[in-house]
């Protein structure tokens, strides 16, 4: 390995710090964000923005997850949307995200709630990767979780969790597992099929 490609990894001992009471830090993070979000989550119904464009998600988004739910609770695949335009195939529009994982919270749960807790659930997978990716380049728990504090709430984050955008939210609460992966895989030639997996999932 050369003195380049240390310099940029280096191979730090993550248990140095395991002495230091810092064990706590990720799981205060992780409470805090959900206990800031717990009002909104608890509360009927949803925030619509105020302005028109920025109040697309509750005017557009939510009626096609909804429409997506209703379909496969009526035993059909949510290929094509009657009640848009003359009809569109909504599995190819990626805002709707037709096939997306966290889609079945919708089928188990009151659509407004699974909504809701769909942007809880990204801010905190988000916060925990970029934790991961930062103790991976040998930050202390204290820092990593400083790190995943930021990210988790950043204004551009919180922004588009007012809105409602879920579709901006997942690649942007992903993106840290992906350099998480890309970076343990140039670490250890063995990783490199997460590394390339992680690199597909990217584009």
């Given at each position: 390995m050369s003195s380049r490609f240390k310099t940029i990894f280096p191979r730090t001992r993550l248990a140095a710090d395991t002495r230091r009471p810092e064990w706590w830090c990720l799981p205060a993070v992780l409470v805090a964000e959900i206990l800031l979000f717990l009002p909104a989550l608890l509360r009927e119904g949803l925030i619509r923005a105020p302005l028109p464009k920025m109040s697309e998600a509750t005017s557009m988004i939510y009626p096609w997850h909804l429409f997506c739910r209703d379909e496969v609770l009526a035993g059909r695949w949510p290929f094509w949307n009657p009640f848009s335009l003359a009809g569109t195939p909504i599995v190819a529009d990626p805002q709707a995200q037709t096939f997306y994982p966290t889609h079945v919270l919708w089928l188990?749960?009151?659509?407004?709630?699974?909504?809701?807790?769909?942007?809880?659930?990204?801010?905190?997978?988000?916060?925990?990767?970029?934790?991961?990716?930062?103790?991976?380049?040998?930050?202390?728990?204290?820092?990593?979780?400083?790190?995943?504090?930021?990210?988790?709430?950043?204004?551009?984050?919180?922004?588009?969790?007012?809105?409602?955008?879920?579709?901006?939210?997942?690649?942007?609460?992903?993106?840290?597992?992906?350099?998480?992966?890309?970076?343990?895989?140039?670490?250890?030639?063995?990783?490199?099929?997460?590394?390339?997996?992680?690199?597909?999932?990217?584009?």
């Amino acid at each position: 390995m050369s003195s380049r490609f240390k310099t940029i990894f280096p191979r730090t001992r993550l248990a140095a710090d395991t002495r230091r009471p810092e064990w706590w830090c990720l799981p205060a993070v992780l409470v805090a964000e959900i206990l800031l979000f717990l009002p909104a989550l608890l509360r009927e119904g949803l925030i619509r923005a105020p302005l028109p464009k920025m109040s697309e998600a509750t005017s557009m988004i939510y009626p096609w997850h909804l429409f997506c739910r209703d379909e496969v609770l009526a035993g059909r695949w949510p290929f094509w949307n009657p009640f848009s335009l003359a009809g569109t195939p909504i599995v190819a529009d990626p805002q709707a995200q037709t096939f997306y994982p966290t889609h079945v919270l919708w089928l188990v749960l009151p659509p407004e709630f699974a909504f809701k807790l769909s942007l809880l659930l990204h801010i905190l997978i988000g916060t925990w990767l970029m934790y991961r990716l930062v103790r991976s380049l040998g930050a202390t728990r204290f820092g990593a979780s400083t790190s995943a504090l930021v990210f988790g709430l950043h204004g551009q984050m919180i922004a588009f969790v007012y809105f409602g955008w879920i579709h901006m939210i997942a690649p942007m609460s992903l993106a840290p597992g992906v350099i998480w992966l890309i970076c343990r895989a140039l670490k250890d030639p063995r990783r490199w099929p997460g590394g390339a997996i992680a690199g597909a999932g990217a584009l």
